[in-house]
């Protein structure tokens, strides 16, 4: 980077730890409230900064590079499904579960189990929610982020060790919020929620402009093709041509539309409406009505994020196929060991879009698979799938390729890239902590701790979570795609939440040992259906059939135990009169979201 570009990164680096700390400096981890204060903000968010502050804390490495990447395979505009599908889900928490949680004044979500059921809920739901923030959540954000910096770096001749990138962004994270909590958490998103959308326009600018004056010779089509366009065709005629297939939401297999009807619902409740990781901004509402508020300017701003991370994804391998390919390494060195080895038991799975663009080899690989099975006779197979392109490297192949440099722009994207990284590791480390020092420390280890005494621990928390994070990350390295690593392992426990919370809400009668069973059932039923029984089932499936087999089990359990209807008492002297205004503008999101899938179905 130029001079420029390093004082531009620097100052706004700089910008947001500053903020951050200095709007958390007044609160006092020593009083009554300083646990409140630390781990929700004082109870005081506005409707704006939660809004920012969702995503944020959702907009990280996974979805720039994660999302970026499946736009760039398989999946293309269908990805775009997460965002779309989000922001009907964020006005059904506004509206749906929000009132009974503010209602409630609970800290923590597993929190809520033990008003409906019992402590061992609470208990089941707080370490299955630890597993998936520090196991997944976590490391998938510290990987992605590092992955990143480390190819970014190299383009400028930098050489950075994966590892050494992942402690960077580790150590950053850890420091404003274990310094500041979730009020520094906050504001810092404030800038970087807003600095992440301004970045993402200025990547799919740049990448769309090339496109544009990108010679057609040098172009392929999503499917791996050789370009069929005309030199002198405008940019819009080009990127139809040749991202045609890839701009359809209801035709892509690699996310079926069936899954529309239930499966992607699943992990979208569960991560808007249930996990701690996002829920804690909007448990720190100043009211109901600025909560609702904030869901629903969530809602509005997650209908742009595919324009701004999917379809650069898709325009980068349209421009950079060769540089994805380069990026992958030598990802035919195993099959010719294979043939000088005579191998008798690998078959080779070829990745589809390099099979069109290299379709001599594409034959040849092909051949020598059927000659491996018809001599294999009863020996098993072992099927190795080449991994021909890196998908994920699409953005930082824009960003090192395309973004002008010494003019602050490239500076500005980095930091809004990194913020963005930084952003949501914090987000993660404080509910991480919050669960483990409300849901576990205080209710099991020490029931008298002072206020001071939750803080100190949610602090020495955040650090143990960051090195256990750094020290994982770094194996992630030949996952396919981490985008899709953090939802199907999540459904290990997102399904179970969801359902528990869905009986828990709509029959309060049944015995208090149903949220148990349901937590520990979905793992079991999950973990069947993706291991064992339906492997290559898309794991969206798996959850559906989850969740309705989860809900019968505690309905059965329903019908043999009983109990006196659970009444949610009010346990706060928060505002929670519910906001028109935003009851209105959620039909208008819901509305818009509709209409963009009419227009790409």
């Not at 898709?314 to 994805?324: P, Q, R, T, V």
């Not at 990745?351 to 491996?372: L, R």
């Not at 576990?440 to 005494?453: L, S």
Request: hydrophobic share 55%; aromatic share 12%.
């Amino acid at each position: 980077m130029g001079v420029i570009d390093i004082v531009v990164f620097v100052a706004f680096v700089a910008s947001v730890l500053f903020v951050g700390l200095w709007k958390s400096k007044g609160e006092d981890t020593h009083g009554d409230q300083g646990a409140s204060d630390y781990f929700l903000a004082g109870r005081g968010l506005t409707w704006w900064l939660i809004g920012f502050s969702l995503i944020a804390a959702n907009i990280s490495a996974e979805q720039f590079v994660g999302m970026s990447g499946q736009g760039a395979g398989f999946e293309g505009l269908s990805v775009s499904s997460w965002e779309w599908i989000a922001a009907i889900s964020l006005v059904v928490v506004a509206f749906v579960l929000l009132p009974y949680f503010l209602r409630a004044g609970i800290t923590t979500i597993p929190e809520f189990l033990e008003v409906r059921y019992n402590h061992w809920a609470r208990l089941f739901m707080t370490l299955s929610m630890m597993l998936i923030l520090i196991g997944v959540s976590l490391i998938g954000v510290i990987y992605a982020g590092a992955l990143t910096l480390k190819e970014l770096m190299v383009s400028y001749d930098v050489k950075l060790s994966l590892a050494g990138c992942c402690w960077a962004l580790g150590a950053m994270a850890a420091l404003y919020v274990a310094v500041g909590g979730l009020r520094a958490c906050a504001w810092a998103d404030l800038l970087q929620g807003s600095a992440l959308i301004l970045g993402g326009g200025v990547i799919t600018y740049f990448a769309v402009s090339a496109l544009g004056g990108a010679d057609v010779s040098e172009l392929v089509t999503s499917t791996g093709a050789a370009a069929t366009v005309a030199q002198e065709a405008g940019v819009m005629a080009k990127f139809s041509v040749l991202n045609e297939k890839a701009m359809h939401m209801g035709s892509n297999p690699a996310m079926p539309w069936p899954i529309l009807l239930l499966g992607i619902w699943i992990p979208n409740f569960y991560y808007w409406g249930l996990n701690q990781y996002i829920t804690q901004r909007i448990l720190g509402s100043a009211s109901l009505a600025e909560g609702q508020k904030g869901l629903v300017f969530a809602g509005a701003l997650k209908l742009i994020i595919p324009f701004i991370i999917v379809i650069p994804g898709i325009i980068a391998f349209n421009l950079f196929s060769k540089d994805m390919e380069k990026n992958a390494g030598d990802h035919l060195a195993v099959y010719e060991q294979a043939v000088v080895e005579k191998s008798s038991t690998k078959v080779f799975k070829l990745d589809e879009k390099w099979a069109v663009a290299n379709p001599e080899k594409a034959q040849e690989i092909t051949s020598f698979n059927k000659a491996v099975k018809a001599g294999a006779g009863d020996k098993p197979l072992e099927t190795v799938e080449l991994k021909s392109y890196k998908y994920d490297s699409a953005l930082g192949v824009l960003i090192t390729r395309l973004i002008p440099r010494n003019r602050g722009i490239l500076g500005f994207v980095i930091a809004a890239l990194l913020g963005a990284i930084v952003s949501s590791l914090a987000a993660v480390l404080n509910a991480a902590s919050t669960l483990l020092t409300m849901d576990v420390y205080q209710r099991y280890v020490n029931r008298q701790a002072t206020q001071f005494k939750l803080v100190t621990m949610g602090r020495i928390f955040i650090g143990v979570f960051v090195v256990i994070g750094c020290l994982v990350a770094p194996m992630l390295a030949n996952n396919k795609s981490v985008f899709e690593f953090i939802q199907k392992f999540q459904g290990f426990v997102s399904t179970g939440i969801l359902a528990v919370f869905i009986y828990g809400l709509l029959n309060r009668t049944s015995g208090e040992w149903a949220g148990v069973i349901g937590l520990i059932a979905n793992p079991i039923i999950y973990g069947a259906l993706t291991i064992y029984l339906f492997p290559e089932m898309h794991y969206l499936y798996s959850m559906s059939y989850s969740l309705i087999a989860v809900l019968a089990i505690m309905g059965v359990y329903g019908v043999i135990s009983k109990r006196e209807k659970v009444v949610f008492e009010t346990q706060t002297t928060m505002d929670l009169t519910s906001s028109k205004s935003a009851l209105w503008w959620g039909v208008g999101v819901c509305a818009m979201t509709v209409t963009l899938y009419v227009v790409f179905w």
